[in-house]
């Protein structure tokens, strides 16, 4: 059993998630409801559910405002989100779940049962930390491998290489993380904090080059000293960056 707290400042919404949690193959109880930051944190301290669909926007505040209240977060957070592209990268970089409005009854039943597969406080509140320290610039990004469940400060990444469906990440200090997902998501998250897709298999940080050589077609030699290949192109792409910088 999943006890669930639904927080929406509009009613209808409220009650068409709670019709579609009724549809769910998943033994469900819905605990609680709230419609803004202090009715929902009374609501939360009193009743405890191990899981809440929060949405963002809040007559007396916001989501995250509300989360700011705990200084432990003991359930886990699916978002419901109208925001724009910026906050949805954030979501993405700290792995948190998110339902974009309007809700569909596959994507909500979905992320619960998602959910059911994971209830680990202590990795919730991991990926929390990132998510708010995400909101205004890009800071940290969560990376999952085989063994750990790592938060990596963003320019702490030299550079990531793709194979096939997995991605390296080369971090300051000599350390490479493994991580099953593809390099075009992790260039969709990044591009926004100086990283740049020099070639198919090749994403890295602007900050982190040392210099261009144009010998052997060019390549880029980071200052770990390990080089990346430039496609022809982005090279002129490239080189306009460098005028930038």
Same mark, same amino acid.
């Given at each position: 059993?999943?006890?669930?707290?639904?927080?929406?400042?509009?009613?209808?919404?409220?009650?068409?998630?709670?019709?579609?949690?009724?549809?769910?193959?998943?033994?469900?109880?819905?605990?609680?409801? $709230?419609?803004? %930051?202090?009715? #929902?944190?009374?609501?939360?301290?009193?009743?405890?559910?191990?899981?809440?669909?929060?949405?963002?926007?809040?007559?007396?505040?916001?989501?995250?405002?509300?989360?700011?209240?705990?200084?432990?977060? !003991?359930?886990?957070?699916?978002?419901?989100? #109208?925001?724009?592209?910026?906050?949805?990268?954030?979501?993405?970089?700290?792995?948190?779940?998110?339902?974009?409005?309007?809700?569909?009854?596959?994507?909500?039943?979905?992320?619960?049962?998602? #959910?059911?597969?994971?209830? !680990? *406080?202590?990795?919730?509140?991991?990926?929390?930390?990132?998510?708010?320290? !995400?909101? @205004?610039?890009?800071?940290?990004?969560?990376?999952? *491998? $085989?063994?750990?469940?790592?938060?990596?400060? %963003?320019?702490?990444?030299?550079?990531?290489? $793709?194979?096939? !469906?997995?991605? *390296?990440?080369?971090? $300051?200090?000599?350390?490479?993380?493994? %991580?099953?997902?593809?390099?075009?998501?992790?260039?969709?998250?990044? +591009?926004?904090?100086?990283?740049?897709?020099? +070639?198919?298999? +090749?994403?890295?940080?602007?900050? +982190?080059?040392?210099?261009? @050589?144009?010998?052997?077609?060019?390549?880029?030699?980071?200052?770990?000293?390990?080089?990346?290949? %430039?496609?022809?192109?982005?090279?002129?792409?490239?080189?306009?960056?460098?005028?930038?910088?």
């Amino acid at each position: 059993m999943i006890s669930i707290a639904v927080i929406d400042d509009e009613p209808k919404a409220r009650e068409t998630i709670i019709n579609i949690l009724g549809l769910s193959p998943i033994e469900l109880s819905i605990i609680g409801e $709230a419609d803004d %930051v202090m009715s #929902a944190y009374e609501m939360l301290t009193l009743k405890s559910p191990d899981l809440v669909l929060l949405d963002i926007n809040l007559p007396d505040g916001t989501g995250f405002d509300l989360l700011k209240m705990f200084d432990k977060v !003991n359930f886990k957070v699916i978002f419901i989100t #109208a925001h724009e592209e910026y906050a949805i990268k954030a979501f993405k970089c700290s792995a948190i779940d998110y339902i974009l409005k309007p809700i569909t009854a596959g994507e909500l039943l979905g992320a619960i049962e998602k #959910a059911q597969e994971s209830f !680990n *406080t202590e990795e919730t509140a991991l990926k929390l930390s990132t998510l708010l320290s !995400n909101l @205004d610039k890009l800071k940290k990004i969560v990376l999952k *491998t $085989a063994e750990s469940i790592h938060i990596v400060n %963003v320019q702490q990444i030299i550079r990531c290489e $793709a194979d096939v !469906n997995y991605t *390296t990440f080369y971090l $300051a200090g000599g350390e490479k993380l493994l %991580v099953s997902k593809p390099l075009k998501e992790y260039d969709e998250l990044l +591009h926004q904090a100086s990283f740049f897709r020099t +070639h198919q298999s +090749h994403l890295v940080n602007l900050d +982190h080059i040392l210099r261009y @050589d144009k010998t052997d077609g060019g390549y880029l030699v980071m200052d770990n000293n390990s080089t990346v290949p %430039v496609s022809t192109r982005k090279k002129e792409e490239l080189f306009q960056l460098f005028e930038k910088m």
